[in-house]
């Protein structure tokens, strides 16, 4: 192995390590550490299991929510048992048009999406149901978004099978200023 | 809080948090913080310790599976009871009250609560993915997990239901309401991060002390609209330690033992979408007619701070937290939440968060902020600096409010810090507060001098 390069700035340290697996840090408080790059990387094998219809539906250009059998309280983001009474709730299909409950734009992000950025984050809320589901809402910029701004589902296709298949988009065109 | 004993904070100690610290694996940095805590009571020894409560957030952050029993082990306390705490953001102040439960209970006499982070593992978007992975991970973490976007679309529900129907009410066109709101909120946002990063000049533990001038904090670079760089506490490497004991041997190691009066804990639905929309869980001062028309908390307020801090005051004796307590470290991971905390705890009503920070109440006397601040001082908020200038080592965290909670309270600021610009004269009572997720779980503990 070729000499282990030594730097005094911490940055320095991590570009050297990404690059050649290891260097020395000449640390301020006197001391030389060893760093080492350590990969990890891991396949799950998920199962959706009793959210599973939600993402079927979703590959078919639905949004399913379900629907409490006993109170009726009605949830967007779905869930299989009610969160207010524990009963067992039933799968129906979401309006594909909504309205934005809050929202923002995101500069930066978690690594697997800071390609992606800056992208929207939107609440979407629907009539006559008591949750609402997180979204991506695409083809608006920072100053068009306002809450209470109608928009309407887009399906990926062919689906992924994440609930990144569906995204919102505005219903109007945004006004021009 | 009756059937359960008198328990005691004795010491306390913490690590500078800092970026990185190569130099000390978590094991070293515990030690450090152990250390100083022992060295502060030297009448204690370690064989008096009689169990542990240890805490880390993140096996992807440690990358090393039952790191709890590896600190067990360097501290040379096997073969004594200890577990592991984990609870996401508040891991701090869970493990806090974890250590307290079991001297409570009367297992313990004395019991050691020690948190950690090593964040600096990994690069900083990588950790941001990592910290991402304790949201729904089927339905929210695919769209683009990321805190910071989260905690955005929390403050703009937050800027809409109070700002946009209030302040900005008699603003016609819509889209300016809410952009004039925002403008308005992002001012406020900003000297919460000014008077942070000013307490945090005079406390040498933390991360990054500025003299933040409200210009500069304005004009920094935007993470997710509308918070920027300076409303977002960053990642750190950090340790934190407490020593809790019975009120029986409290005095024999100390003089100055701190109270824990009251503790209160509550939670909420991991995934914003399904928080419900009802009425609000209110303190005794306050009155329905005050949140006519308001759907509560929806994804603007934090119902698990209001649950925590209702069962905290009920336990402590508390009815008006503003004039009862001198001040208040909470988990300001976003200059929002911390404004959203201030109502959920109650140092003001719902709507008043705003006003509050412009009326200068969390503000230290006898700090300059270069901010024209009416009413000053009347509860300091963060005085160390919170997390947005601290740092937040997430393990750590809470109980690095604990340690400075019980130096504050023990007017011991000047002999840990090296200086007495944060002290708080007289300073009687304090409260701790620690927030994981969006909102999902929070602790509130009350501490009181003895």
């Not at chain 1, 799950?44 to 078919?60: K, N, Q, R, V």
């Not at chain 2, 306390?12 to 970026?19: D, E, H, M, Q, S």
């Amino acid at each position: 192995m070729a000499q282990l390069k030594k730097f005094a700035r911490f940055r320095d340290v991590m570009k050297e390590v990404n690059a050649k697996g290891a260097a020395l840090y000449k640390n301020p408080v006197g001391t030389e550490d060893l760093v080492i790059l350590s990969p990890y990387a891991i396949n799950y094998i998920h199962s959706y299991a009793e959210d599973s219809p939600f993402f079927l539906g979703l590959a078919e250009g639905k949004i399913m929510g379900s629907e409490c059998k006993a109170c009726h309280y009605r949830y967007a983001t779905p869930r299989s048992h009610c969160m207010n009474c524990g009963a067992e709730t039933e799968w129906f299909t979401l309006p594909n048009e909504g309205r934005v409950h809050s929202w923002t734009t995101c500069y930066y992000g978690g690594e697997e999406f800071l390609k992606e950025t800056p992208f929207n984050l939107a609440l979407v809320e629907f009539d006559g149901v008591d949750t609402l589901l997180l979204a991506r809402l695409k083809g608006a910029k920072e100053a068009d978004m306002f809450i209470g701004m109608k928009v309407k589902a887009v399906f990926r296709r062919p689906p992924r099978y994440l609930v990144s298949d569906v995204h919102f988009v505005p219903s109007e065109k945004p006004r021009k200023k | 809080m009756p059937g359960q004993r008198k328990v005691y904070m004795i010491s306390g100690g913490v690590t500078k948090f800092a970026k990185a610290h190569p130099d000390m694996d978590f094991r070293l940095m515990v030690k450090r913080a152990f250390d100083y805590a022992m060295k502060d009571v030297p009448d204690l020894k370690t064989s008096d310790i009689e169990s542990s409560r240890i805490s880390y957030f993140s096996d992807h952050f440690a990358r090393q599976l039952k790191a709890a029993s590896m600190v067990q082990d360097y501290l040379g306390l096997n073969p004594k009871d200890s577990r592991r705490i984990e609870w996401g953001g508040a891991t701090g102040g869970q493990a806090i009250q974890a250590g307290w439960e079991t001297v409570a209970s009367g297992r313990n006499e004395v019991c050691l609560v020690a948190g950690f982070e090593t964040m600096s593992h990994v690069e900083t978007w990588k950790g941001n993915e990592f910290i991402a992975l304790a949201s729904d991970t089927n339905f929210d973490y695919p769209v683009g997990g990321f805190y910071t976007g989260y905690y955005a679309l929390m403050v703009q529900r937050h800027i809409y239901e109070y700002l946009r129907k209030t302040k900005f009410a008699h603003v016609k066109d819509e889209r300016k309401a809410q952009r004039e709101a925002t403008q308005e909120a992002k001012r406020v946002m900003a000297m919460v991060s000014v008077k942070n990063h000013v307490n945090a000049n005079h406390n040498p533990y933390s991360q990054y002390p500025e003299k933040l001038s409200m210009k500069e904090a304005l004009g920094r670079e935007m993470v997710a609209y509308p918070l920027n760089r300076p409303m977002i506490c960053t990642m750190s490497d950090g340790a934190a330690v407490a020593i809790l004991a019975s009120e029986d041997v409290a005095f024999k190691y100390t003089d100055h033992p701190v109270l824990i009066k009251g503790v209160g804990c509550g939670t909420d639905t991991m995934r914003l979408a399904d928080r419900p929309h009802g009425s609000v869980p209110r303190f005794q001062w306050e009155k329905a007619e005050d949140y006519s028309g308001l759907r509560y908390p929806g994804v603007h307020s934090f119902r698990a701070g209001r649950a925590a801090a209702l069962e905290a005051y009920k336990n402590a004796g508390i009815s008006d937290p503003k004039k009862e307590l001198d001040f208040v470290e909470l988990h300001d991971a976003y200059a929002s939440s911390e404004i959203q905390t201030y109502e959920d705890i109650g140092l003001c009503r719902y709507g008043e968060g705003y006003d509050f920070v412009d009326q200068g109440h969390p503000f230290l006397e006898g700090i300059e902020y270069g901010l024209e601040l009416p009413h000053r001082g009347t509860i300091p908020v963060n005085p160390s600096g919170g997390l947005i200038a601290c740092g937040h080592p997430v393990g750590a965290t809470g109980i690095m409010q604990g340690v400075f909670a019980f130096w504050q309270l023990q007017g011991s600021i000047q002999k840990h810090f090296g200086n007495d610009e944060l002290q708080i004269k007289g300073a009687k009572r304090g409260l701790i507060h620690s927030h994981a997720g969006t909102g999902s779980s929070v602790t509130v503990t009350i501490m009181e001098r003895a």
